[in-house]
């Protein structure tokens, strides 16, 4: 049996397994048998890499199929910093999975911004989870997280834009319909900062999300990258969410009680 | 002699069962599309016809005791009219049909509704609205039905030209009393279809949508076709047979208030009985004209679906006003004006609680608006909010409904405040106009539930997205109609219960004559003949009056008995819930792949514990209903029951507006913010609103819903049961 290697994001951990990139995430999410749910998002990687750090050798010796010949279907490679050994050209799809298990597979395109917004969100997935407001568009923004010759920095990074509306141009007067951050008030302020002081490209909102993300705020996609390098997993339209991919689409926007 | 004209009652009434099967046909001959479609459509027809059998189960034993019990009374002790036992099990007998035919229309057209929507949107709203006038037009026609026959049978054994008038109020009083049959079978559909469809709802949501993250009507959730079997026995089943209830408890409750007013004028006294029966006719033959009128174009909007939907209801009513009086010139009846203008008064009320209602739980609007904004500040301040507005939204209705009392009281009497007899009937009359087109009326709440399955089913069955667009537009349509029909159906259960609080005397007065009494004797050494006593008399003799602790006591007990229904009912949705909780719990543990959607759930298990939960839970509030009034009458007797009728309608009614428009406003601001505002879904204030919405839910379909009938049914049983109070009093 095949065995494909995923780097999770959330949680960061890089994990071999028997299993399709669909049927994983649909495990990952919900189990087998357990009532567990949870949302996770993993690209695939390929498996062409070296790695001192990560322990790659032996894969084949660990992950094996259970005695009753069902594939394995995790099987923990490492789970800490693993995503900043991981290299880039080693990096596939991306896949999102809603908390009760549905799969949608994002696929690598040429970032192009056709909006000019003046002012961008930016959930930070990993390795850590700040919620900036800033004034750099995604190219620029990962480039100078991923500095590492600056004090303030990681030497990946996976975040998302997420949506601003009429705030990305007008933060003082647009309003906050439609946008369900925390602290949105200091938001709005943070976003008037940038826009007012210029010298200052990013402000932090919040310190640490704990929350799953609304896969309907992403703004364009999803971006992975280092200080040379950059990916980007556009989203697909509105229409296609709600035609072709329904069924994740609705499971994205199910809303329980105890989020 | 029967008045010629009063054959168009009956007449109408076929007509209206015509045109029901009629709908009926036309419905059947359109698809029901894939085979997907097909088989989630026969599980929940299964699961409803499944419910409705164990209901009628229980039912049938509750009848067999009452009847046994009538027989008893009426033959054993002559404490009964002897037609009692015969009465109650008709009334029950119609009701129960009209419940079972609605329910098996929109089982039947809920597939072929999402099916039409894959073509056409006007398509699919006219299957569904003619499918919901199927139980619309059965309900009024097998009403009007039962109503000819008992009064084409009665006339035989009490022909109305001999006994000067008597044998009238004999008849009518008679007939009033297969008023409790409905009652009772209209209470265990409404109590028992509500505690069904939230237990469903709240449980299936409960572990579905928090637990285990999957969104409504998904089939991995094994609750979700109990869920959508709920729409139909709480929304259809129960608002039917509730309906039905008020129907013929108002026409009835009219022609004996009728009879009374007229006594000793025999020739007016009939055209006063039959009046009502007759606008309601016309009203059946102009609701099937309005039911032709509803279609709408292709990409219709909201607010065009709903016009399409108004302009049938709305022509219906107009050409009612206009026919109406032209009945009453046919008929020749006293003071045709002023009757005319009770009938006018009537329909007024009924659109003006209707529009309240929308006023204060459509999202359009900004009551709602104000309780989606109080969600910013978390889910305690979403409850207070929605409890304030639906305390504050009681008022208009109640206004509303005072207007109406006293300016139909004041057309029919003549503006003559001491001219009882006609008031009262011009009350009546008021309550027989806004129920006059119910045809159409009820068509629009049926509609509701068969458009919500229609969406349930195109999303199980995986439909494309232009026909969810379409079925979820006509089930926010749905939803709309649904929330101004509850305003509707309370309206005219208030007006209802007064005309029978009023029609109380004229059974006491036949309970007095049965048990050999003959006059009043007053304290003050004047007697009164009973035979021609009047309601004021009736009211000297019991001292119903506010200095009498024993109407004082009744009145608190008949408030208490509002809130104590409410409670249990509540109570029993948590406990109904509750086990579905559990099991669909025990599913997703117990049935590996139900998740991943490889294996599919035990759908009937769900059905089953609802059905039982439901069957349980219901027999306490009924029975308390059902014996409360006959426990406050054997002890205190009769100042004590009309203070228990009086402190249950106005204590029921206003409670019965504020939890349905609470439950409503919290359900619709829940929808506006997932519309993108105020932070959109997922935001805090959304989960807040979730919570208030569910609140909301045992508020405005299971406690809000069933006390209309609770008012009624006590009014009912007095009424039945008023031989055996003033045969047996003990204060």
């Avoid at chain 1, 994002?106 to 000019?116: A, H, I």
């Avoid at chain 2, 504050?392 to 001491?418: E, H, K, M, Q, R």
């Amino acid at each position: 049996m095949e065995i494909n290697l995923y780097l999770s994001i959330m949680p960061e951990a890089l994990i071999a397994s028997m299993l399709s990139p669909q049927e994983f995430g649909k495990y990952f999410a919900v189990g087998t048998k357990k009532r567990t749910r949870g949302q996770a998002m993993f690209f695939k990687l390929k498996r062409d890499f070296k790695s001192d750090y990560l322990k790659l050798d032996d894969i084949e010796k660990r992950c094996v199929p259970d005695e009753d010949g069902t594939p394995k279907r995790s099987k923990y490679i490492s789970i800490y910093r693993v995503l900043e050994h991981v290299p880039m050209q080693s990096i596939e799809n991306l896949y999102l999975v809603t908390d009760d298990g549905r799969v949608l597979e994002l696929k690598r395109e040429e970032y192009t911004d056709n909006t000019n917004d003046a002012l961008h969100l930016y959930q930070q997935l990993g390795p850590v989870r700040p919620l900036i407001a800033s004034s750099l568009n995604p190219p620029d923004f990962c480039k100078t997280l991923t500095d590492t010759t600056q004090p303030v920095s990681v030497p990946k990074l996976v975040f998302v834009e997420l949506i601003l509306n009429g705030l990305a141009n007008d933060p003082e007067n647009a309003p906050l319909d439609n946008i369900p951050y925390q602290n949105i008030d200091h938001m709005r302020g943070c976003l008037i900062n940038l826009q007012k002081k210029p010298s200052k490209p990013n402000k932090t909102v919040v310190r640490s999300t704990q929350n799953d993300i609304l896969y309907r705020t992403c703004k364009n996609g999803f971006f992975i990258g280092d200080n040379e390098t950059m990916f980007y997993y556009p989203m697909p339209t509105r229409e296609k969410l709600e035609g072709e991919y329904y069924a994740w689409w609705k499971s994205a926007l199910t809303q329980g009680f105890n989020y | 002699m029967i008045n010629g004209i009063f054959w168009t009652v009956p007449i109408a009434s076929i007509i209206a069962l015509a045109f029901a099967g009629l709908f009926f046909k036309q419905m059947m001959k359109n698809s029901e599309g894939t085979d997907r479609m097909v088989t989630i459509a026969e599980h929940i027809r299964k699961g409803a016809m499944a419910y409705l059998k164990q209901q009628y189960k229980v039912v049938g034993i509750f009848f067999l005791i009452m009847t046994l019990l009538f027989s008893i009374m009426a033959y054993g002790f002559n404490l009964q009219n002897p037609w009692v036992p015969f009465a109650f099990l008709t009334g029950g007998f119609f009701s129960g049909l009209a419940g079972f035919f609605g329910m098996k229309t929109a089982t039947y057209a809920s597939a072929r509704t999402a099916n039409a929507a894959i073509t056409s949107l006007n398509g699919a709203l006219k299957i569904a609205f003619r499918s919901g006038a199927v139980m619309g037009l059965v309900v009024v026609g097998l009403g009007l039905l039962d109503i000819s026959i008992w009064f084409v049978a009665l006339n035989y054994f009490y022909p109305i030209e001999i006994g000067d008038g008597h044998n009238l109020v004999i008849i009518t009083t008679t007939m009033l009393t297969f008023g409790m049959g409905a009652s009772a079978q209209a209470l265990f559909a409404r109590v028992g279809g509500g505690i069904f469809t939230k237990a469903a709802d709240v449980g299936g949501d409960l572990v579905g949508k928090v637990e285990a993250g999957i969104p409504e009507d998904d089939p991995r959730n094994p609750a979700t076709i109990a869920d959508n079997v709920g729409d139909n026995v709480g929304d259809v089943a129960g608002m039917g047979a509730d309906l039905y209830e008020s129907y013929c408890g108002s026409i009835l409750a009219t022609s004996a208030l009728g009879a009374a007013a007229f006594m000793g004028n025999s020739d007016m006294q009939l055209k006063a009985v039959i009046a009502p029966m007759l606008i309601a006719a016309v009203g059946i033959i102009l609701s099937i004209l309005g039911i032709y009128l509803v279609k709408t174009r292709e990409g219709a909007t909201q607010k065009e679906l709903l016009e399409s939907l108004s302009h049938g209801i709305n022509i219906s009513s107009i050409l009612v006003i206009i026919f109406s009086l032209g009945i009453l010139y046919l008929v020749d009846i006293e003071n045709m004006m002023g009757v005319w203008g009770a009938i006018i008064v009537g329909l007024a009320t009924g659109t003006v609680i209707g529009k309240a209602t929308e006023y204060y739980t459509s999202a359009t609007y900004k009551p709602t608006q104000k309780i989606a904004k109080s969600t910013e500040f978390g889910a305690a301040t979403v409850i207070i909010s929605g409890l304030g507005t639906g305390m504050i939204s009681t008022t208009i209705p109640v206004i509303a409904v005072v207007l109406g009392i006293i300016l139909s009281f004041l057309f029919a009497s003549g503006f003559d405040f001491n001219n009882m007899g006609l008031g009262l009937y011009g009350i009546g009359i008021a309550a027989v106009g806004m129920l006059s087109t119910l045809g159409i009326t009820l068509a629009t709440d049926a509609y509701g539930p068969i458009a919500d399955n229609a969406g349930g089913n195109a999303e199980m069955s995986g439909l494309g997205e232009e026909v969810r667009k379409r079925t979820d537009a006509l089930d926010s349509l749905g939803n709309t109609t649904a929330a101004t029909g509850k305003g509707f159906a309370i309206g005219s259960a208030a007006l209802t219960a007064l005309a029978l609080l009023a029609s109380y005397i004229e059974e006491l007065k036949i309970g007095l004559l049965r048990i050999g009494e003959t006059v009043l004797e007053f304290s003050n050494g004047t007697n009164v003949n009973i035979a021609t006593a009047t309601l004021t008399d009736f009211m000297n003799y019991y001292e119903v009056n506010l200095m009498n602790p024993k109407v004082l006591v009744g009145m608190l007990v008949g408030s208490m008995m509002s809130f104590l229904f409410c409670g249990l009912t509540m109570n029993a949705v948590g406990r109904a819930a509750s086990k579905m909780v559990e099991e669909v719990r025990r599913q997703f543990r117990e049935i590996p792949g139900i998740l991943e959607g490889e294996s599919v759930p035990d759908y009937a298990r769900c059905v089953e514990i609802s059905t039982k939960g439901a069957q349980r839970e219901m027999l306490l509030p009924a029975s308390l209903a059902i014996l409360v009034p006959i426990i406050v009458g054997l002890i205190m007797g009769v100042p004590a029951v009309i203070g228990l009728m009086v402190g249950a309608l106005v204590s029921g009614f206003v409670l019965a507006v504020f939890m349905a428009n609470s439950g409503g406003s919290w359900d619709n601001a829940k929808k506006y913010i997932e519309e993108g505002h105020l932070g959109g879904k997922g935001s805090r204030a959304h989960k807040a609103a979730i919570i208030g919405d569910t609140v909301g839910d045992p508020f405005k379909d299971t406690s809000g819903p069933s006390l209309n009938i609770l008012i009624k049914l006590m009014s009912m049983v007095a009424i039945v049961m008023s031989g055996l109070t003033v045969a047996f009093s003990l204060l």
